[in-house]
């Protein structure tokens, strides 16, 4: 049973930095595509970054320069650094995987979600 478990959520003012971590396990190899995408209430679930197992990445332009994504394919494990956060950032993160050859910020793409973790950014 595939599982994806994000950690490293929290409250910080605009300007602090946080960084999220995602351990995926329960898939037999690395997951081609794996992404971080967040969502506030009321709204839909939105994109923020991908990166793939061969090392391509993609960046919502709403945090491209601030956000950095990378993942370590021998620990199964993603990782978001969040730079100069801003309250617009505040949202609960969720980190999402695939297989396949393909890899974009689309909701409805992704097989596997994890539950979520929580960033809260105080002006």
């Known amino acids: 049973q595939v599982q994806l478990v994000e950690s490293g959520g929290g409250s910080v003012q605009a300007g602090g930095s946080l960084r999220l971590s995602c351990a995926a396990s329960?898939?037999?190899?690395?997951?081609?595509?794996m992404a971080w995408f967040r969502q506030t209430p009321g709204k839909e679930r939105e994109g923020v970054a991908y990166a793939t197992s061969y090392g391509t990445k993609n960046y919502a332009d709403s945090v491209r320069g601030r956000f950095t994504i990378s993942r370590d394919n021998a620990k199964n494990t993603l990782y978001l650094q969040m730079n100069s956060l801003k309250p617009e950032d505040t949202a609960m993160y969720y980190c999402a995987a695939k297989g396949g050859s393909r890899c974009q910020l689309s909701v409805a793409d992704f097989d596997y979600w994890g539950q979520g973790t929580q960033v809260t950014v105080s002006s």
């Open positions: 329960g898939y037999s190899s690395s997951f081609y595509c």
